[in-house]
């Protein structure tokens, strides 16, 4: 039987599109605008933030909608707000007080704004270099409201995972509970994940699921594996997310966004012009 062809690609970033030094390589640039050139759209969708995507746009001459918060926030290119799924109010202080009892360093987003209670914690500054802005310091987050994530950060990868589990048994259907990095626990509304964001798109664009190629390297990822025709796992991405997938590529510091695309999008879809 004759598998539907790719006519979307939804990409993870970090760890995926980019570069462990966040650099979006040319040959990647290269490989979407050959997408491009063949009809097939492209898309984006991370667990950053939307201005922590902005970067992306001009390079990538992206017009379709950006999924920040891993599908909590979804805009246009322009930034304006398409789509916004907040975490239950009666959710968010549960869930900050489970993970600084865990030991974790606890970051929230709302709206445009990243709430930080200590900017010398581990990863602020890489976080601040990576998404091309700064924190905004507060003493508590009791009069937060409208948040769209929380992160729990920690050089403890063993513990993040631990809580990342402890969190989903606590707080159950309420919220999605995730890791998008080894050191980051994402916890946001319960239909803000990556396999929603492609449910998303398919409507939007009006492309079936199983016509979309998903591409990514964190178990975040492997729910938007589960709605796509063709998921492929990136080099660097854990034994577990690559069985979740059905093809695996090269890591993103060899070029494995690109590579992947080369190989099982474009080279299906105009069989032997692309390089491998």
Known sequence: MTEPPITAVLADVDGTLVTQEKVLS?????????LREQGIEFAVTSGRPPRGMSMLIEP????????????GLIVRPDMSVLEQKTIP???VGPAIEL?????????????????????KAPHVDRESSTVRFGPTVVKGFDAVKDVAKIVGVSDNHDLVAATTRQAREKLGDHVSAAQSQP????????????GEVVNYLSAQLGIPGSQFATIGDMPNDVLMFARSGLSIAMGNASPEVQRAARRVTASNEQE????????????????????L
Do not use: C
């Open 60 to 71: 990538l001459a992206l017009t379709t909608p950006i999924s920040a918060f891993n599908g």
């Open 256 to 275: 494995g966004f690109a590579k992947a695309m080369e190989r099982f999008v474009l080279r299906a879809a105009t069989p032997g012009k692309q390089p």
């Open 183 to 194: 050191y980051y626990l994402d916890i946001t509304h319960p239909r803000a994940n990556k």
């Open 99 to 119: 993970l600084s009892a865990a030991g974790l360093d606890v970051w929230l987003y709302s709206g445009a704004d990243w709430l930080v209670r200590d900017p």
């Open 26 to 34: 040319e040959r990647a640039i290269a490989a979407v605008g050959r």
């Open 89 to 91: 109010e009666a959710v």
